[in-house]
Nanobody, 124 residues
């Protein structure tokens, strides 16, 4: 299973972006999906997570305090894709954003997979 993230870019403070992350390869199932970020010189931190919802659509979700009310995570299980809508961006949101998924694939075990990261830069 591989994850491909996209959608990062350079925006002014107050701007918005939509990050996408699609899973590909031999996929039997995907459980939780999440976005993390790593600001310059800092450790990677959880931004938001979401569980599958089956017939109800997206399942339970959550986000970290710094992004609550500004960032929204969603997923399209038919496309094996997770999104992160980032609004009202602040300079402190500058980071490399990584997607992560717990997937069951060709290895016949559940494993956590990381995407390659997409850079978000916010100017003040």
């Amino acid at each position: 299973v591989q994850l491909q993230a996209s959608g990062g870019g350079f925006v002014q403070a107050g701007g918005c972006l939509r990050l996408s992350c699609s899973a590909s390869g031999s996929i039997s199932d995907i459980n939780e999906m999440a976005w993390y970020r790593q600001p310059p010189g800092k450790e990677r931190e959880l931004v938001a997570f979401i569980y599958p919802g089956g017939s109800r659509g997206s399942g339970s979700r959550g986000s970290s305090d710094p992004v609550k009310g500004r960032f929204t995570i969603s997923r399209d299980d038919a496309k094996n894709t997770v999104y992160l809508q980032v609004n009202s961006l602040k300079p402190e949101d500058k980071a490399v954003y990584y997607c992560n998924a717990r997937a069951f694939g060709g290895s016949d075990v559940w494993e956590y997979v990381w995407g390659q990261g997409t850079q978000v830069t916010v100017s003040s």
